[in-house]
């Protein structure tokens, strides 16, 4: 690894998220997915969205949030194996992966991405 990056443990998450609705966490929007709204992929898709509130984690760094994004949408594919569009994330990683403002380390993403596949808390 050549830098050192933060990804937040579900037990910190769900302390932004609880009460909360993936409506609420996605700008009053719902999201149209092909998956069960079931309580674990409730908790991954809104693991995935509350890094979208600027407010939530604002210590940490544009690239960190980013890569706490990724980490979480690959572990919606990895756990129900579908593409963004069937989870509803539509294209995710291209969109904001490739058109990202910040100096994104591509090392990096490929390390977020196998952390993911594992059955683990980060």
């Known amino acids: 690894m050549s ?3 933060t990804l937040f443990p579900y ?5 932004h ?15 149209h997915n092909k998956l069960s709204p079931d309580n674990a992929y409730e908790k991954l898709f809104k693991s ?5 509130d600027p407010e939530a984690f604002v ?8 890569y706490n994004q ?10 129900y ?11 995710y990683d291209l969109v904001v992966l490739r058109y990202a403002e910040v100096d994104l380390n591509w090392e990096i ?6 952390f993911a596949k594992k059955d683990v808390d980060p």
């Open 11 to 15: 037990s910190i998450i769900a302390q």
């Open 48 to 52: 995935f969205l509350i890094f979208s």
């Open 59 to 66: 210590e940490l760094s544009s690239e960190d949030i980013i």
């Open 81 to 91: 194996g579908v593409t963004g569009e069937e989870a509803g994330l539509y294209d």
């Open 17 to 31: 998220i609880t009460g909360r609705t993936i409506s609420d966490l996605n700008g009053g929007e719902p999201i």
């Open 109 to 114: 993403i490929e390390e977020v991405s196998e």
């Open 3 to 5: 830098k050192r990056f």
């Open 70 to 79: 990724y980490f979480w949408y690959m572990r919606i594919r990895y756990t």
